[in-house]
């Protein structure tokens, strides 16, 4: 099992240090607005993968009757617990093998979790298994195929190629580095496993020192808040969000 984990969060403080050490405000109120705009108004059972200690728990506890929060990080998910108490149920393991039954729950997302993927089409197979026909997935992928990276690769400062659908797999986050994937790529994996896509959206599209300087969070923030469905069709920022479905039998 442990062989398929890419990053252990194990004893990181990412809440802190990711979080809160860094201005990262206008990246979290992307990520919510966009979940709000996806996730379904009422669930039974419902899990955040690889929820870590539980920052979006905010967006869906209203929406569902039982929450799950799963994690690798011990960690993470004591934190989740002591932020949270009984409103949500943790559960630690890898997410190649989920503790779920199969058939178990109406909802989950996962965010920013696909860029520690090794085997992308084996977690997919994973979250779709564990998803009731009809239920929904949310989730949001780590896009190669963006503007800055493209002009990287045109000016030669980067050799990896956006335009090519190969994953790509970037400096060490531990040993085996962190991946960003092509939208085509992981858009073909989505339905081989099975999933319809209902919906994609566009997240985090200004991302940038320069223009948060510039702007400020609040105008990025309502300027985002617009982009996310403009640049969907090109699939234009950093974080592509998808709205999932395992089709009812
Ligand atoms: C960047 S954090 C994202 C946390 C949360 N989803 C959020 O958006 O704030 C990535 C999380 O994925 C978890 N993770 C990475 N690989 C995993 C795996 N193979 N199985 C379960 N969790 C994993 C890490 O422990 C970490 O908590």
Avoid: C
């Amino acid at each position: 099992m442990s062989e398929k984990i890419v990053s252990d969060y194990n004893g990181y403080d990412y809440k802190k240090e990711f979080w809160e050490n860094v201005d990262r405000e206008y990246e979290d109120q992307a990520d919510r607005m966009a979940i709000r705009k996806l996730l379904p108004k009422r669930m039974d059972k419902f899990a955040d993968i690889g929820g870590g200690y539980g920052r979006l728990a905010n967006e869906y506890l209203k929406k569902a009757h039982k929450v799950y929060i799963f994690d690798y990080s011990k960690s993470e998910l004591k934190q989740a617990k002591e932020i949270y108490g009984d409103k949500v149920e943790t559960k630690a393991g890898d997410i190649y093998e989920l503790p779920f039954k199969d058939n178990e729950l109406d909802g989950l997302i996962m965010v920013r979790v696909t860029h520690h993927l090794k085997y992308m089409k084996k977690a997919m197979a994973e979250l779709y298994r564990v998803l009731k026909p009809g239920g929904v997935a949310i989730i949001e992928v780590a896009n190669k195929r963006t503007l800055p990276k493209m002009v990287r690769f045109v000016t030669r400062r980067s050799k990896v190629n956006p335009f090519d659908k190969k994953v790509a797999n970037y400096k060490d986050i531990s040993k085996d580095g962190f991946y960003n994937y092509h939208p085509k790529y992981v858009e073909e994996i989505f339905e081989k496993v099975g999933f319809k896509t209902e919906k994609v959206l566009s997240v985090s599209n200004f991302r940038s020192k320069r223009l948060k300087k510039l702007f400020g969070t609040e105008k990025l923030v309502r300027m985002e808040n617009g982009a996310q469905q403009i640049l969907a069709p090109i699939r234009f920022a950093p974080s592509i969000y998808y709205k999932l479905r395992k089709p009812e039998q």
